[in-house]
């Protein structure tokens, strides 16, 4: 069953450009070590804050990712320019 990880954080806005360049780098390197990343979608909202939502082929797949994500440096790099960080896993039920 396809789920998806959520993400809700503020990036300085001097810090932007980097962040956009390390989260890149993030997204290359997941999926390069855990298939399965389907989809990654950043959404900046009206009061700045990003909405970050990652799109994983099944449970099994996001739930080797996130144990390994402390351990790749990807991760740390770009979540060090993020604040108020939030996170909610969900599953989804149906699309059109």
Do not use: C
Not at 3 to 12: A, C, F, W
Not at 64 to 75: D, F, K, N, P, Q
Not at 83 to 94: L, S, W, Y
Request: net charge negative; no cysteine.
């Amino acid at each position: 069953m396809t789920v998806v990880r959520i993400h809700r954080y503020r990036v300085d806005a001097g810090d932007e450009g980097e962040f956009l360049a390390r989260r890149a780098a993030l997204i290359a390197a997941m999926r390069a070590e855990h298939p399965g990343l389907a989809e990654a979608r950043l959404i900046r909202l009206e009061d700045g804050a990003f909405i970050d939502s990652w799109r994983w082929d099944s449970r099994e797949q996001m739930r080797a990712a996130l144990a390994a994500a402390s351990t790749m440096r990807e991760v740390g790099a770009a979540m060090s320019l993020t604040k108020d960080a939030t996170n909610e896993d969900g599953e989804i039920v149906e699309e059109r």
